[in-house]
């Protein structure tokens, strides 16, 4: 069964920072794009960044660019989103996908 | 970038009736590499279609997607109760990657 769990989200400050961290299982990993999409509430899904099978490859939306970085560990089976210099419109749901497969989401919160 | 624009905003229908949901794109689609969500309040996004017209695992036959150019179509044939939901296309056949803004299925 694939599974993709995300944690790691919660409320922080403008400015402030935030490690998501996304448990990948049930499917071949370390061949496997991965990406996050976010949520706003109430609001649409908006890809936010993605990574390819070896991690030599990484794009980004651009208003996440100098901000965000997406890295991996293929042994760990694990994708990581880290976030600095957060804005209250980064507020959404965080998604870990592959584009077939999805997680439930980890909710950010920047709100002073 | 490529933008994607769906329409309509918001469909009503009954239930039986036929759904014709609609995603433009400002350019071509590398591969064809669209794909359909179906999204219900709460849930994660649930892959319906994808190369724009092959239906993912477990997804009905009602469900049908197609491509003429730059336009893509989802369609439902008879929508069932539980079809009513938002649904978003998605390209990733280039970088950056993008959703349509969606459209809410609802019922009349």
């Known amino acids: 069964e694939v599974q993709l769990v995300e944690s790691g989200g919660g409320l922080v400050q403008p400015g402030g920072s935030l490690r998501l961290s996304c448990a990948a299982s049930?499917?071949?990993?370390?061949?496997?794009?991965m990406t996050w999409v976010r949520q706003a509430p109430g609001k649409g899904l908006e890809w936010v960044a993605a990574?390819?099978?070896?991690?030599?490859?990484?794009a980004y939306v651009d208003s996440v660019k100098g901000r965000f970085t997406i890295s991996r560990d293929n042994a760990k089976e694990s994708v990581v989103l880290e976030m600095s210099g957060l804005r209250v419109e980064d507020t959404a749901m965080y998604y870990c996908?592959?584009?077939?497969?999805w997680g439930q989401g980890t909710l950010v919160t920047v709100s002073s | 970038e490529i933008v994607l624009t769906q329409s309509p905003g918001t469909l009503y229908l009954s239930p039986g009736e036929r759904a014709t949901l609609s995603c433009r794109a400002t350019?071509?689609?590398?591969?064809?590499?669209l794909v359909w969500y179906q999204q219900k309040p709460g849930q994660a996004p649930r892959l319906l279609i994808y190369g724009a017209s092959t239906r993912a695992t477990d997804i009905p036959d009602r469900f049908s997607g197609s491509v003429s150019g730059t336009d893509f179509t989802l369609t439902i044939n008879t929508v069932e109760p539980e079809d009513f939901a938002v649904y978003y296309c998605h390209q990733h056949g280039s970088f950056p990657c993008t959703f349509g803004q969606g459209t809410d299925l609802q019922i009349k």
């Open positions: 996908d592959t584009t077939v497969y």
């Open positions: 990574i390819s099978p070896d991690g030599s490859h990484k």
């Open positions: 350019q071509s689609i590398r591969n064809n590499n």
């Open positions: 049930g499917f071949s990993f370390s061949n496997t794009w």
